[in-house]
T-cell receptor
Framework: RKEVEQDPGPFNVPEGATVAFNCTYSNSASQSFFWYRQDCRKEPKLLMS???SGNEDGRFTAQLNRASQYISLLIRDSKLSDSATYLCVVNINTGGFKTIFGAGTRLFVKA | DTAVSQTPKYLVTQMGNDKSIKCEQNLGHDTMYWYKQDSKKFLKIMFS???????INETVPNRFSPKSPDKAHLNLHINSLELGDSAVYFCASSQGLAEHYEQYFGPGTRLTVT
């Protein structure tokens, strides 16, 4: 079983749609959680950190469920510019920490 | 100003050659990383350094040797290149070792081994 698993995608949605991505992690030593965004042939960039209480940044909402070892990202009112790959990222406590990236979920937003 | 820079951006070379990729960050961060992103787009950590000291070495063949001359630079030297080394290599940095710090990535080096 992969340490971080994401919806395989791709997700094809029209502008204005709401889309949700799921991510599960297997290691209970996981300490911190993030969503990164990667555009085609570009580097990953932080979209948002994910906190136990859930957090929102404009159209983006992230949730964490430690009991189920599950993370989600909700995008409301999708824009064409949201088209990208969304990477679920988990930092695992190994004495120091190790960063594990999910394989990513590809989103296409069409006009 | 570029926060994390890598050179070269593209590298095409033949099997058996030795090559280096350079990385520099001007963010004043203590921790730097090397990642490999293969053709299936999996991003996997290879090494992490904190204040020039190796922290993580993730079962990477010893043909790969990172070097950190100072905490702003982390270079990657690859000996005896193989076809399977073809990938995009990303350098990243973070403020420190704590797990909540965001990582900032360089633009990547696309390595093609023929």
């Amino acid at each position: 079983r992969k340490e971080v698993e994401q919806d395989p995608g791709p997700f094809n949605v029209p502008e204005g749609a709401t889309v949700a991505f799921n991510c599960t992690y297997s290691n209970s030593a996981s300490q911190s959680f993030f969503w990164y965004r990667q555009d085609c042939r570009k580097e990953p960039k932080l979209l948002m950190s994910v906190y136990s209480s859930g957090n929102e940044d404009g159209r983006f909402t992230a949730q964490l469920n430690r009991a189920s070892q599950y993370i989600s990202l909700l995008i409301r009112d999708s824009k064409l510019s949201d088209s990208a790959t969304y990477l679920c990222v988990v930092n695992i406590n190994t004495g120091g920490f190790k960063t594990i990236f999910g394989a990513g979920t590809r989103l296409f937003v069409k006009a | 100003d570029t926060a994390v820079s890598q050179t070269p951006k593209y590298l095409v070379t033949q099997m058996g050659n030795d090559k280096s990729i350079k990385c520099e960050q001007n963010l004043g961060h203590d921790t730097m990383y090397w990642y490999k992103q293969d053709s299936k787009k999996f991003l996997k950590i290879m090494f992490s350094y904190n204040n020039k000291e190796l922290i993580i070495n993730e079962t990477v063949p010893n043909r790969f040797s990172p070097k950190s001359p100072d905490k702003a630079h982390l270079n990657l030297h690859i000996n005896s290149l193989e076809l399977g080394d073809s990938a995009v290599y990303f350098c990243a940095s973070s403020q420190g070792l704590a797990e909540h710090y965001e990582q900032y990535f360089g633009p990547g080096t696309r390595l093609t081994v023929t």
